[in-house]
């Protein structure tokens, strides 16, 4: 069973810079964030594949954030910088538990909002 806990949301300003962490428990195949704005569907933000250390990213979001991971404490950040009003959502941590899986479990969200 894999669960998923996210901290860090917040409001800021556009320009600004944010770190949001997943703690991950559980074997996973890959973590990552997606994006929820409202009124749009959840959109992919970024992510990390365990087998061989490969990061992903929405083209977005390439050059202003950041995913790294911290084996010793079992979290995955999402470091944001230059943020967007656009970037305002609610971001959700993310796993899938095998490679024949789709993203299959979801944390509770975490609210972003950038004032202009």
């Known amino acids: 069973q894999v669960q998923l806990v996210e901290s860090g949301g917040g409001l800021v300003q556009a320009g600004d810079s944010l770190r949001l962490a997943c703690t991950v428990s559980g074997r996973t195949f890959m973590i990552g964030w997606f994006r929820q704005a409202p009124g749009r569907d959840r959109d992919f933000v970024g992510a990390?594949?365990?087998?061989?250390?490969?990061?992903y990213y929405a083209d977005s979001v390439k050059g202003r954030f950041t995913i790294s991971i911290d084996n010793a404490k079992n979290t995955m950040y999402l470091q944001m910088d230059s943020l967007k009003p656009e970037d305002t959502a609610v971001y959700y941590c993310t796993a899938r538990s095998s490679v024949a899986s789709e993203y299959n479990y979801w944390g509770q969200g975490t609210q972003v909002t950038v004032s202009s």
């Open positions: 990390f594949r365990w087998n061989d250390n490969t990061f």
